[in-house]
Each structure stands twice: as structure tokens, then as C-alpha cells.
């Protein structure tokens, strides 16, 4: 290659290289807002989290619900969808071969109703079944599948085998399948349990505005937990936050790369329209 041809060659390798990555920022950038605005099966706006820090999901709750502008609470081990996932091993008969993995979560009476998720089958748990809720499970269509019953109706009543401590659970109902992990994930069959013990935040539905909620949460613990520092988040940021992490972050690098090979392109590209004019 001659010295021109040689010039010639890098630049075009620059042009291409500050290409790719213009276009990888624009297919990042197009993932990201798919995640953001993909519909997970529940209802995520108008909420906030609320971390419990050992306060009494009962007597929070309560307090809460005394506000004009609280519309609904539940109590939960974990948010849906926001990377954290808990896991146990059941299976129909102690017979049955292999145990199936199910993701849990532990929630309280008025967790569908907060999420505003369908139930397909059977019932939820109730405030008046007090602790024989423990003794219940409420499962999803894809764990229906997955512990091969014929169908959600079929399922309700049906006992199964815990592998942890070999405890025994009667399915009370079925709800519609949602999104409760991450979107990268293949959805995974789920179980909803009933146990206080696990209860680490809150799911507060408001209505009117985020900082009069904000408000009246800050009072309802003030009341309860006066020495103790208040901990809550948006439900929405919470649930789309590790999106923004990973691919907010990517598309910032990438951004930054991009823009400094177009830099570095177009400064070759001045460098070699000199030397030529100084040659000529």
C-alpha cells in the first residue's frame, strides 16, 4: 500500500467503526425503552415502597389507611420484577420423581387487589382466615402447567409438598400470569404465600399527588417509628432500575465511544485534506 492508500484505508476504518457503535447505541437505547415500556401484567403506577426495618406490617398499615389519599396497602417479602427472587422446591405426591422449582413471594390479603392482578380460580387469602392462611397457597397459570394439573380450576383444592420441611399446602386459587421477574428472563412458574415473618415493605397505592403521599407516609410513621429514619421509593423507579443501571449506563459509554471515534474520523479527515492541499 502507498502512503495515500494506507491514510485512506484508516480513515474508512474509523468512519466504520464510529458507525457501529452509533448503531449499537440506537439498538441499546430501543431495548431500553422496550423494558421501560413493556407491560409486566400488574399495575406499577401510583405507588410507593415502603420498607418495613422491623416495624409491624399490621400497625403501619393501619395508620397508613386513616389517610385520605392512601387508596389501598399490602404487605410483601419482595417487589415484583425488580431482580429479586426467592425460590422453593414443591411437588404434588412424595411418589412423583422430581421436585419443581417455583419462585415465592410472601404477601399479605390485599396483594392482588394492590398489584391489580386477575384471579383466575378459586379464592385469595382473606383477613378472616387468619393464620390457617398459612396452611394456603395461591399459584399462577404457569405453575399450573408446571406441576401438571389439567387445569386452574382443577388445581383449586389440590394439596402439595413442600421439599424445605415437607410441609403440606392446599392451592386456594389461581391468578393470570405476570411478570414477576426480570423481562430477560423466561417467566417462571410462582407461588404466593402467606407469611407475616417475611414481610419486608410495603405496597402503598395512592391517589392525587407522589408528594402528598409522600406526606402522609412520613406522618403515619412519625407516629410509629418516630426515632427510627423512614425508608421509600417509587414503585416504578424501584421496578425499572436495574434496566436504567445496565442499560442506561451502556448506552452512556457507548455514547461517549461513539462520539469520540466521530472525533477522532473527522480530525483524520481534516489531518488528510491538509496534507493533500499542502502537497499539491
Sequence with gaps: FSRMGLRKGLLVAQFTFSLIFILSVIVVYNQLQLFLKADHGFNMNNKIVVQLSNT????????????????????????????????????????????????????????????????????????????????????????????????????????????????????????????????MEQMAPLALLYDPSDFELLQVKYTGDFKDAAASIEQAWALINPNLKLDYKDFYGEVHKIYDIFFGDLVSILGIISFLAILISCLGLLGMATYTTETR
Excluded: C, M
Excluded at 419482595?78 to 414443591?90: D, L, V, Y
Excluded at 389439567?150 to 392451592?171: L, M, N, P, R
Design 56 to 183: 409491624s406490617a399490621t400497625t403501619l398499615k393501619t395508620e397508613l389507611l386513616k389517610h385520605s389519599n392512601i387508596e389501598s396497602v399490602s404487605a410483601a417479602s419482595h417487589i415484583p420484577a425488580a431482580g429479586t427472587s426467592n425460590s422453593k422446591s414443591f411437588k404434588r405426591s412424595l411418589d412423583d420423581q422430581d421436585w419443581t422449582d417455583i419462585n415465592t413471594f410472601s404477601v399479605d390479603e390485599d396483594y392482588l387487589k394492590n398489584i391489580e392482578v386477575e384471579l383466575v380460580a378459586g379464592n385469595f387469602y382473606s383477613l378472616e382466615a387468619g393464620e390457617l392462611n398459612k396452611n394456603h397457597l395461591v399459584i399462577s397459570e404457569k405453575t399450573v402447567e408446571a406441576l401438571h394439573f389439567e387445569s386452574a380450576a382443577d388445581a383449586v383444592g389440590q394439596e402439595v409438598i413442600q421439599q424445605q420441611d415437607s410441609s403440606h399446602f392446599t392451592i386456594i386459587g389461581v391468578v393470570k400470569n405476570y411478570n414477576h421477574q426480570l423481562l
